[in-house]
C-alpha cells in the first residue's frame, strides 16, 4: 500500500515532539493511552505510544482485521469518537476491548502530499465523551 521507505525520513526531532504530544495528551485528558498509529503495509502499526501508566500498547504492536477504530478513520478521511463501544452495535466487537479500550477519539494524518500516514488517536477505559 504504501512506500516503506518513507517512515525512515523523519528525524529524531520529529520522534521526540510527537512522543511529547502523545505523553502530553495522555497526561491532560487523564487516559491510559495515546497513539500514533502508522499504516504498514494493510495493517495499522503503533509508531508511538504514549509512556503513560497502564498503557497496554507498546511501539511496533500490530493490528490488523475488521472493525478496527484507526482503520474507519483512514478510510473516512475523517475523525472519529466512540464514547463507549460496548453500547454501539457497529463497534461492540472492536479488538481493543479486549484491552479494556472502550473510548476513542481519532484523527487523520497525511502526508503532505495528501496520502495517508496513519492517526493520532485516544483510548479510555472508561466512557469518554471527550468534550
Same mark, same amino acid.
Given at each position: 500500500?504504501?512506500? %516503506? ?9 520529529? *520522534? ?6 502523545? %505523553? /502530553? *495528551?495522555?497526561?491532560?485528558? &487523564? ?36 472493525? /478496527?477504530?484507526?482503520?474507519?478513520? *483512514? &478510510?473516512?478521511?475523517?475523525?472519529? &469518537? ?16 479486549? /484491552? ?19 492517526? *493520532?488517536?485516544? /483510548?479510555?477505559? &472508561?466512557? %469518554?465523551?471527550?468534550?
Amino acid at each position: 500500500m504504501m512506500n %516503506n521507505e518513507r517512515f525512515s525520513y523523519f528525524p529524531d526531532l520529529v *520522534i521526540s515532539k510527537w512522543q511529547e504530544i502523545c %505523553n /502530553l *495528551i495522555a497526561k491532560l485528558l &487523564k487516559v491510559p493511552s495515546a497513539l500514533i498509529m502508522k499504516i504498514e503495509n494493510e495493517d495499522m502499526d503503533i509508531f508511538l505510544s504514549s509512556q503513560s501508566e497502564n498503557n497496554p500498547y507498546h511501539v511496533g504492536d500490530n493490528e490488523s482485521g475488521a472493525a /478496527l477504530y484507526c482503520e474507519s478513520v *483512514i &478510510k473516512s478521511k475523517s475523525p472519529l &469518537k466512540i464514547a463507549n463501544s460496548l453500547n454501539d452495535p457497529f463497534w461492540n466487537k472492536n479488538p481493543d476491548i479486549q /484491552l479494556g479500550m472502550i473510548a476513542y477519539m481519532g484523527f487523520p494524518i497525511n502526508f503532505a502530499d495528501g496520502t495517508p500516514f496513519g492517526t *493520532i488517536c485516544i /483510548l479510555d477505559t &472508561k466512557e %469518554n465523551n471527550f468534550s
